[in-house]
């Protein structure tokens, strides 16, 4: 890895703005993908995120209840340029970009226009972040949205996710046959999230739906096995995509971002996972495939060895269950970003309890500040071709039931460990 970096310029962030086109943010990334022979692979970025703020003036013209839509468009006519979205509270996102030193983290206004003035901005921008980062499919996810879930006014969850659902499906979606998304659940409300699948399950580029960690929702509760049910006979995945809070009264006791930033992602998901697996959702909905996304991989051996060691002595709290809970949790799939790669041995005992051959799918998370290259995963020497393979894209091909990149020749599967 290091012989490959030294090939390349260094570029100082001082180099760059908000303006800052996104191939020359990523030139170096383009050149590792060729370094690497990327093109050699299937690489299906699963967690991608549109800056969906630039656009919010289209996305509240979707707003079903006219009193709202009037009141939204009419916010963002009288507000300066750069005011916060309507209705969202992604409170303290700033200090993602390190008081302005990540750019491409505060903004991405660069020009589009020249380049296709009839396709989508969003479009234009991940088809150059494809190009340089070797990309055949990118599943997209919003930003300002992740805290919706702890908005006190359920119905404007509602009605933002179905605004946002609508201008995905309409606006963006249709701009390139390979971006994806896993569209926005209102899980405040379960009727609206039931509603929301029923309604977009068809939808061109639409490959299953998320619930947002962020939110003190009893995943469950009986209110909302319609929604799974739902789920699991159209063959769709349930995602589970991490943020942080840090009003939270729990977390608001960190004094410090970095602090907030560790923890935050895996709190709710190791929440929402405990409670997903004592309550024997896998035993009653045992098609739906569900994946943890953004919240790294170091939580999960910590709960497999937790939830194991306390079923073996109270297993009579948790009656559906057939089998220890780490079994269950193998069976579900894992986005490997950020992958917490400082302990390569720890790394890979990880590897080997979740079945990363099969269940760890690759995640950039471009263009947040702790993105990962796919190079991320070629690196990893314990991974034999195979396995590294089916991370970058197989096993996500397979998953979603993408059509295979007509560039792309199935290469036959060797033994996964060599």
């Known amino acids: 890895m290091e012989k490959r970096l030294k090939e390349f310029q260094e570029i ?19 050149r590792q993908a060729a370094a690497s022979k ?20 289209e996305v509240v013209e979707f707003i079903e209840d006219p009193v709202l839509r009037h009141e939204a468009i009419n916010y963002h006519r009288s507000k300066p340029k750069g005011a ?19 750019p491409h983290q505060a903004g991405r206004r660069e020009a589009t226009e020249a380049e296709d003035p009839d396709a989508h901005r969003d479009v234009i921008l991940q088809q150059r972040a494809m190009e340089c980062l070797g990309i055949d ?32 499906v309409e606006r963006v979606l249709p701009g390139d046959d390979r971006l994806k998304s896993l569209l926005y659940l209102p899980f405040n409300d379960p009727e609206a999230a039931l509603r929301t699948v029923e309604e977009f399950s068809e939808k061109k580029g639409v490959i299953g739906f998320i619930i947002t960690t962020t939110r003190d929702n009893g995943v469950h509760e009986n209110k909302y096995m319609n929604l799974y049910a739902a789920l699991e006979e159209r063959g769709l995945p349930l995602g589970f995509h991490g943020n942080y809070y840090w009003l939270n009264p729990s977390l608001a006791k960190l004094n410090r971002f970095i602090g907030v930033h560790s923890l935050g992602f895996v709190f709710w998901s190791l929440i929402h996972m405990t409670n997903w697996i004592i309550n024997g959702l896998p035993e009653r909905f045992p098609k739906l495939n569900v994946i943890w996304i953004e ?3 170091a939580w ?16 009579s709290e948790a009656p559906l269950l057939k089998r220890l809970p780490s079994e269950y949790m193998r069976e579900m799939y894992f986005s490997s970003q950020p992958l917490e790669a400082n302990n390569l041995r ?3 005992v990880t ?6 051959e099969t269940q760890l799918l690759y995640a950039s998370d471009w263009p947040h500040w702790d993105f990962d290259l796919p190079s991320k995963i070629l690196d990893l020497p314990f991974l034999s071709g195979q396995e590294k393979r089916n991370i970058l894209g197989e096993s996500a091909l397979k998953l979603f039931k993408l059509k295979r990149p007509e560039t792309k020749e199935k290469i036959p599967e060797s033994p996964l460990r060599v």
């Not at 690489?43 to 703020?53: L, N, P, Y």
């Open 38 to 57: 990327l093109s050699d692979y299937v690489v299906v970025d699963i967690d991608s995120h549109h800056t969906e703020a630039t656009s919010w003036t």
């Open 300 to 315: 999960v051996p910590f709960l497999m060895q937790r939830l194991d060691n306390e079923f073996m002595m109270r297993n």
């Open 137 to 168: 499919y990118m599943v997209l996810f919003p930003e300002q949205m992740l805290a919706l879930g702890m908005h006190p006014q359920i119905e404007m969850e509602v009605q933002l996710a179905q605004a946002y659902n609508s201008w995905m």
């Open 351 to 356: 590897f080997e309890m979740i079945n990363a």
């Open 84 to 102: 916060p979205p309507f209705g969202t509270n992604n409170m303290l996102a700033y200090h993602q970009e390190v008081a302005g030193r990540i």
């Open 346 to 348: 720890a790394l890979e």
């Open 295 to 297: 919240s790294g991989l």
């Open 12 to 30: 100082r962030s001082d180099q760059f703005d908000v303006w800052t086109d996104t191939r020359e943010v990523l030139e170096n990334a383009k």
